[in-house]
C-alpha cells in the first residue's frame, strides 16, 4: 500500500479494481477543510484517463508493472506478436489494444512490453523513433524550416506535419508522445 501524497507523475495504483498510471496529480490544502490529492490517472487497460480525487493520507496499492524488453516481429491477422529477446517466448497482442502505438511500430523495432502479472497490458514506447518518408509533395528550392510546413506519409501510414525541405525517402525522427516531426535522422 501507498499514501496518495506519495504519488508521482508515472507510478501505477490499484484503484477499483483497475490498473492506473499517475499522469499527473496536484497537492490541494483548502484553507477551510481537510486537505485532498487531485489526480489526473490513466487506465493501463482501456487507455481512459479520469480525473480522480483522494483525501489526504489515504492509501491505494501499488500496482507492479514488469517492463518486459520485446521485439515486434510481424501482423498475424489482426494479432501482433512479439519475442522476449532472452527467452525467445512470443507473445500476441491485439491491434485493438495497441491501436496508437502501430502508428510507429516497424518489423525487428524493439520495445517494451508492460505486464501486469501475467496479463499484457500495452507497448511502451521509446520518446522518438525513425521512420522513412514514402510520400511527400516535393521540395522547393529556397524553401527553408522556418517557412512553413506540408504533410508527410511515413512507412508505418502515420501523416506528419513537415518542413518543406523533406523530401520522399528521407528518414525523419518523429516524437512517440504527440506525433510530432523532430528532425531528420543523421
Not at 33 to 41: D, E, H, I, Q, T
Not at 113 to 127: D, F
Amino acid at each position: 500500500m501507498i499514501s496518495v501524497n506519495d504519488f508521482k507523475t508515472g507510478l501505477t495504483v490499484e484503484v477499483d479494481g483497475s490498473i492506473w498510471r499517475v499522469i499527473d496529480f496536484q497537492h490541494v490544502k483548502p484553507g477551510k477543510g481537510a486537505a485532498f490529492v487531485r489526480s489526473k490517472l490513466r487506465n493501463l487497460r482501456t487507455g481512459a484517463i479520469q480525473e480522480k480525487t483522494f483525501r489526504a493520507g489515504e492509501k491505494v496499492a501499488k500496482a507492479q508493472i514488469d517492463n518486459r524488453k520485446m521485439q515486434y516481429l510481424y501482423a498475424n491477422g489482426d494479432m501482433h506478436v512479439f519475442m522476449d529477446n532472452e527467452t525467445y517466448d512470443q507473445i500476441e497482442i491485439p491491434a485493438s489494444q495497441i491501436e496508437y502505438e502501430l502508428k510507429f511500430l516497424k518489423e525487428n523495432m524493439e520495445v517494451q512490453i508492460m505486464m501486469y502479472q501475467t496479463e499484457t497490458l500495452g507497448v511502451e514506447l521509446p520518446n522518438t523513433v525513425e521512420l522513412k518518408v514514402i510520400a511527400t509533395e516535393p521540395g522547393i528550392k529556397g524553401d527553408t524550416s522556418s517557412g512553413g510546413s506540408k504533410p508527410a506519409t511515413v512507412e508505418t501510414g502515420l501523416t506528419v506535419n513537415v518542413p518543406f525541405f523533406i523530401n520522399e525517402d528521407d528518414v525523419l525522427i518523429i516524437n512517440t508522445t504527440d506525433s510530432t516531426y523532430v528532425s531528420r535522422a543523421q
